[in-house]
């Protein structure tokens, strides 16, 4: 079956721009994460979806990140006024959303702030 | 959340067993260790995951000793297609909570 999906692959915006990157969960997965990760280093937690609500958005770095998913299906991080810091590769993952169920993640959106 | 330490860097060569120990010495009872496995440019990928002594699959073995607070992937006959970084994770529940990667492990697989 499919697997999780990210749109764009790329993006490419100038500092303070508005942004907005779109995660394709696979289908039933009722949990969805988001994470970014710079180079050299491992996923960053971002935030956490059971169904349509934010169960744990403690890793969202500051309140110009914000992630939505209301049907409990696609979700979208969207960041505001970015920055050069934000420049990083931002993946999504899903799972099962039962105790122990592995997240299958999709191959990221590599975001470049100019 | 219990924070895991792994090396930073292995090299092996193609044939060879590999084994990455991750420590995680504040683990607690509920938690589960997990490891993922990524390659550049693409998203992590699960490999194995187990609670107490040997987990094995297809693709890799998990060994955690009876205390829990280490734990050790084992690639059997590793290839040059085994080069990726590979990632210990511990949570209570890896399927719905928060998870925290740490570095990784960077496994230099040469000819």
């Known amino acids: 079956g499919a697997g999780v999906s990210q749109t764009p692959s790329n993006k490419v915006t100038e500092k303070g721009k508005y942004v907005e990157l779109r995660c394709d969960p696979i289908?039933?997965?009722?949990?969805l994460y988001w994470y970014r990760q710079s180079l050299g280093q491992g996923p960053e937690f971002l935030i956490y979806?059971?169904?349509?609500?934010?169960?744990?958005d403690s890793g969202l770095p500051n309140d110009r990140f914000f992630a939505v998913r209301p049907e409990g299906s696609v979700s979208t991080l969207k960041i505001q006024r970015t920055e050069r810091g934000d420049s990083a590769v931002y993946l999504c993952a899903s799972s099962q959303g039962v105790a122990f169920s592995e997240q299958y993640f999709g191959p990221g959106t590599r975001l470049t702030v100019t | 959340l219990a924070k895991t330490t792994q090396p930073i860097s292995m090299d092996s060569y193609e044939g060879q067993e590999v084994n990455i120990t991750c420590s995680h010495n504040?683990?607690?009872?509920?938690?589960?260790i997990t490891w993922y496995q990524q390659f550049p440019s693409q998203g992590p990928r699960f490999i194995i995951q187990g609670y107490k002594t040997k987990v094995t699959n297809e693709v890799a073995s998990l060994f955690i000793p009876a205390d829990r607070k280490s734990s050790t992937l084992s690639l059997p006959r590793v290839s040059l297609s085994d080069t990726a970084v590979y990632y210990c994770l511990v949570a209570e529940n890896t399927g719905g909570f928060k998870t925290i990667f740490g570095a990784g492990t960077r496994l230099f697989v040469k000819a």
């Open positions: 979806f059971q169904g349509t609500g934010a169960a744990d």
């Open positions: 289908s039933g997965h009722t949990a």
């Open positions: 504040n683990i607690a009872t509920n938690d589960y």
